[in-house]
């Protein structure tokens, strides 16, 4: 069983940076994709930023240009810096490990860190 545990949520004024980290235990995290999305009130969860096991990238196209997601495998941990943070930012941040072995799905999720961006 993967857990997943995000730390560096928090409160930033508009063009701030954060740097979100998420911590996976188990035995998943080199064989997955590595993702964070987040869900604002009243909104759907929405996909920010993948990474995979090669190093592709995928960005929403509200965040690219300000965030990066990046990979320490042998710290197996997962991070997203984001920078010049807008209010729209604002939201409730999930990290997500998904991979398929032996033609079975697994896709994890933690409990998710609040990001508050002010005006």
């Known amino acids: 069983q993967e857990q997943l545990v995000e730390s560096g949520g928090g409160w930033v004024q508009s063009g701030g940076s954060l740097r979100l980290s998420c911590a996976a235990s188990?035995?998943?995290?080199?064989?997955?994709?590595m993702g964070w999305y987040r869900q604002a009130p009243g909104k759907q969860r929405e996909l920010v930023a993948t990474?995979?096991?090669?190093?592709?990238?995928n960005y929403a196209d509200s965040v690219k240009g300000r965030f990066t997601i990046s990979r320490d495998n042998a710290k197996n941990t997962v991070y997203l810096q984001m920078n010049s943070l807008k209010p729209e930012d604002t939201a409730v941040y999930y990290c997500?490990?998904?991979?398929?072995?032996?033609?079975?799905?697994?896709?994890?999720w933690g409990q998710g860190t609040q990001v508050t961006v002010s005006s």
């Open positions: 990474l995979t096991t090669s190093g592709s990238t």
């Open positions: 188990g035995s998943i995290f080199g064989r997955s994709v």
């Open positions: 997500n490990a998904n991979t398929v072995i032996f033609a079975r799905k697994y896709d994890y």
